[in-house]
């Protein structure tokens, strides 16, 4: 198993500039979680999904923060525009709900926008 | 409802000592709780979990958590500190809902 995916592993961008950070999770697994993390903050839960569909997106910071995941292998979160104290790292993370099942993290995607 | 609380944000321990990061949690019911680590420039990587079995939960490199239900305790140890577990640690309950709240993590030093 390849565990969960993302890319890019790093991203350097503009101010300004349209970002699009990209997750593939474990095949099987129905629940998705973006996450971000920063000294200041710690780690954010952003939002999951259930089967495909948002269950809360309470996290999100602001309207230029979007997630969809369109099928059960892929999603994407995307920041326009972007602002500086967007640089962070996001991480995805896939699991099975029900019982206890634990999370699986990506090696995350490193944002710097300047 | 759910919460997390790391006691410790750093733990310092000499190289073959005993590491102790602590944990402990409020929940309304029976809880999932599970540590990961973090280590430098690194993903999350579970260590272990507790699913209402063993109260006494082993995990990899040698970690073990226990827990303990009248005190909502949840505490990491290792018998001896390697130079390789010097990392960050987060303790993480899990509800009904398919939540997960992480606690806001220990650093660990282990000095040679």
């Known amino acids: 198993d390849a565990g969960v995916i993302q890319s890019p592993r790093h991203e350097v961008t503009e101010m300004g500039q349209e970002v699009t950070l990209r997750c593939k999770p474990i095949s099987g697994h129905n629940s998705l979680f973006w996450y971000r993390q920063t000294m200041m903050r710690g780690l954010e839960l952003l939002i999951y999904f259930n089967n495909n569909v948002p269950i809360d997106d309470s996290g999100m910071p602001e309207d230029r923060f979007s997630a969809k995941m369109p099928n059960a292998s892929f999603s994407t979160l995307k920041i326009q525009p972007s602002e500086p104290r967007d640089s962070a790292v996001y991480f995805c993370a896939s699991s099975i709900p029900g019982g206890a099942y634990e999370q699986y993290f990506g090696p995350g995607t490193r944002l710097t926008v300047t | 409802a759910q919460s997390v609380t790391q006691l410790d944000s750093h733990v310092s321990v000499s190289e073959g000592t005993p590491v102790l990061l602590r944990c402990n949690y409020s929940s309304s019911y029976s809880p999932s709780l599970f540590w990961y680590v973090q280590h430098p420039n690194k993903g999350l990587q579970l260590l272990l979990k507790?699913?209402?079995?063993?109260?006494l939960v082993k995990g990899i490199n040698g970690f073990e958590a226990e827990f303990k239900k009248s005190e909502t305790s949840f505490h990491l140890t290792k018998p001896s500190a390697h130079m390789s577990d010097a990392a960050e640690y987060f303790c993480v309950v899990r509800n009904t809902g398919n939540q997960f709240y992480f606690g806001t993590g220990t650093s660990l030093t282990v000095i040679p």
């Open positions: 507790y699913t209402s079995a063993a109260t």
